[in-house]
């Protein structure tokens, strides 16, 4: 998991998505559109093209059955850790 900041040390953490290692995987496991990928994660495409595309943060029930779709992968692999400094 990467940090998009330095600063560890305050401000408040938040997991995105990593979306190059998802359609990396998405592509290697056949799932050829978003409307496949969400229907298998069990969320609505217009969700999950703003955790894909708006940088929306996704749920931990998201990240869990993103997690799901993909058993043989790290969390830490599907995740970006982004720290908001005031």
Do not use: H, Q, W
């Amino acid at each position: 998991m990467e940090a998009t900041t330095k600063n560890r040390s305050r401000g408040r953490a938040s997991l995105l998505l990593d979306t190059a290692k998802l359609y990396e995987l998405r592509r290697a496991n056949g799932i050829a559109t978003d409307a496949e990928f969400a229907r298998r994660i069990g969320v609505d495409p217009a969700s999950l093209y703003r955790y894909t595309t708006k940088g929306a943060r996704p749920s931990n029930e998201v990240l869990a059955r993103i997690k799901a779709a993909f058993p043989l992968v790290a969390l830490d692999d599907l995740v970006k850790l982004e720290i908001t400094v005031p």
